[in-house]
């Protein structure tokens, strides 16, 4: 199978990056120390080459009345242009299809972000269920997608900017997006640090990086991205949650906008139906004070049964082993659990499935 | 050395339909030996090796030395934890008796020969990333007494191993 290719292929490798095949695409995996681009994200400034994401633009009079049924998050909450929302769209049983993000562009423009592994279903779901409501969807392949993230990235991006590029970028509040020199500037990360995520043409983004390389941020891969996302609690799709799993399960309820009441959307009759019947398993944080990892599949022990890890990792801020699990519900208020590591029971804690925000422990 | 956890729906099944499904960094389709090549560090003349990256070297004393190739360290990445054997185990040419584990994996770390732990690198407990600074110096791990001394002759000599790890 040939990999597929962001624009920045070629500079990676010339920046010395090991690729790995991520889902069908040839992507840096690290460009030298993971953890040394994890703590740089978390004191300075990072770059993560997130091309291999799909831009979805929707157009049409009726968009907002689609997104209001297609996603469990209401879009009504954007009421003002370039606000975004982070959402799961599910299926009629309630699981999790992919989550993303919708930016409200225009009344009959809308933006959708998805996940780059579940490409080519959620174009099929969305499709169709967009063709009652006489919604365009537009792939928008040409585009590319540079995530930068830190204390000092928005400083870094804006000092690349036009006057007026810079004065919109620096006004724009968390979880919104304005368009300006040609970019596509959203305040929004995978990093739980400020920054900025910028869509930009393909046939510019070379130039785009090689701009930001030279005010000072550092290229990041997907390892730190990965460690970088589990402290700062975000889940990551086909690990923490499914098609089998409900948002009620993957501590994503934030997300889910049962009011008003009379909004009908796609999974909202099995999501009532399990929040009356009580959800039977919650996502939980656990740390490990022991030395040692935390892994994805390792069985987690606690006194009203087994759960399982869904993302482990070695936290580089704590400097200990962190996890995202998922318990009988029953057991989550509890303080502590075990871990099955290799046929050895090692003591963890549950916690609030936070670690790190904004580079302080929490 | 063998990968015995990361992504474990990578891992421990090498499914890549499954693992296609992920939006997992560490999940792809092969295992990482397969698809990350690197620039390799000389590789000491004294050394012998195992297929699965473990390196030996014979001491003066009759006791051999044991670590992970340079290679095997660049394939794992950082690494974060060390588990050691204790002075005294007995350990089996081929089977597992240390783990490295790095942000990304874990590995089980052969025994090149059979015989007895004498000496185990206590630094690694506290700086596990000496293993990536200098895999074939410092970043040891353990010093074995073998039964059979002869056994280190039919280790992978220097060639032979960067033979390997170029087809690799």
């Known amino acids: ?362 | 050395m063998s990968v015995t956890a990361g992504c474990e729906s990578l891992a421990a099944r090498h499914d890549a339909n499954t693992c296609k499904q992920h939006e997992h960094p560490l999940c792809y389709p092969d295992t990482p030996f397969q698809r990350i090549s690197t620039a390799m560090s000389e590789i000491p003349g004294d050394l012998r090796f195992m297929k699965s990256h473990e390196w030996a070297r014979k001491e003066g004393d009759g006791t051999v030395t044991v670590g992970i190739s340079d290679h095997a360290q660049g394939l794992l990445g950082d690494l974060v934890y060390v588990e050691l054997p204790s002075v005294g185990d007995r350990v089996e040419a081929g089977s597992g008796c240390a783990v490295v584990e790095s942000v990304k994996a874990a590995s089980d770390v052969y025994s090149p020969m059979t015989g007895t732990v004498v000496r185990v690198n206590q630094a690694l407990a506290d700086k596990p990333e000496t293993v990536n600074e200098d895999a074939f110096g410092e970043g040891w791990i353990f010093v074995l007494r073998p039964d059979d001394a002869t056994e280190y002759e039919e280790l992978l000599d220097p060639d032979a191993y960067q033979e390997l790890v170029d087809q690799t």
Not at chain 1, 60 to 73: I, P
Not at chain 1, 236 to 256: C, F, H, I, K
Not at chain 1, 302 to 325: N, Q, R
Request: charge should be neutral.
């Open chain 1, 1 to 362: 199978m040939t990999l597929q290719q962001t624009p920045l292929n070629v500079r990676h490798r010339e920046l010395g990056a090991k690729m790995v095949d991520f889902g069908g695409w040839d992507m840096p995996l690290h460009y030298g120390s993971q953890i040394d681009e994890h703590h740089i994200v978390r004191r300075a400034a990072g770059m993560f080459d997130v091309s291999h994401m799909t831009v979805v633009d929707l157009s049409g009079a009726r968009c907002r009345e689609f997104l209001r049924m297609l996603l469990a998050n209401n879009v009504d909450k954007l009421k003002v242009g370039g606000k975004a929302l982070y959402t799961c769209m599910l299926n009629e049983r309630g699981g999790v299809i992919d989550d993303l993000i919708v930016y409200f562009l225009r009344e009959d423009g809308f933006r959708l972000i998805v996940n780059a592994a579940t490409r080519a279903k959620d174009l099929a779901w969305i499709r169709a269920q967009a063709s009652a409501f006489e919604v365009g969807v537009a792939e928008r392949s040409e585009l590319a997608m540079v995530a930068v993230q830190g204390p000092r990235a928005r400083a870094a991006v804006e000092s690349l900017l036009s006057a007026d590029g810079r004065a919109a970028a620096a006004a724009l509040s968390r979880f919104a997006a304005v368009e300006s020199d040609g970019l596509f500037i959203a305040r929004t990360g995978y990093t739980g640090e400020d920054g900025y995520e910028i869509v930009v043409q393909s046939d510019r983004v070379p130039a785009f990086w090689n701009a930001l390389l030279d005010a000072g941020v550092r290229p990041c891969g997907l390892g730190a991205r990965d460690t970088l996302r589990l402290e700062a609690g975000m889940n990551l799709y086909g690990q923490d949650m499914d098609e089998d799993t409900s948002p009620l399960e993957a501590n994503l309820a934030w997300t889910v906008a049962f009011d008003p009441p009379g909004r009908v959307f796609i999974g909202r009759a099995a999501l009532e139906a399990q929040r009356a019947a009580g959800v039977a398993r919650v996502l939980v944080g656990l740390v490990m004070d022991e030395k040692g990892v935390l892994r994805h599949g390792q069985r987690v022990l606690t006194a009203a049964g087994d759960g399982e890890i869904l993302s482990g990792t070695f936290s580089p801020t704590l400097g200990k082993a962190i996890a995202l699990a998922r318990v009988p519900a029953a057991a989550a208020t509890d303080a502590s659990a075990q871990v099955d590591i290799r046929g050895k029971l090692v003591p963890v804690r549950l916690v609030k499935p936070v670690f790190v925000r904004e580079g302080k422990a929490v």
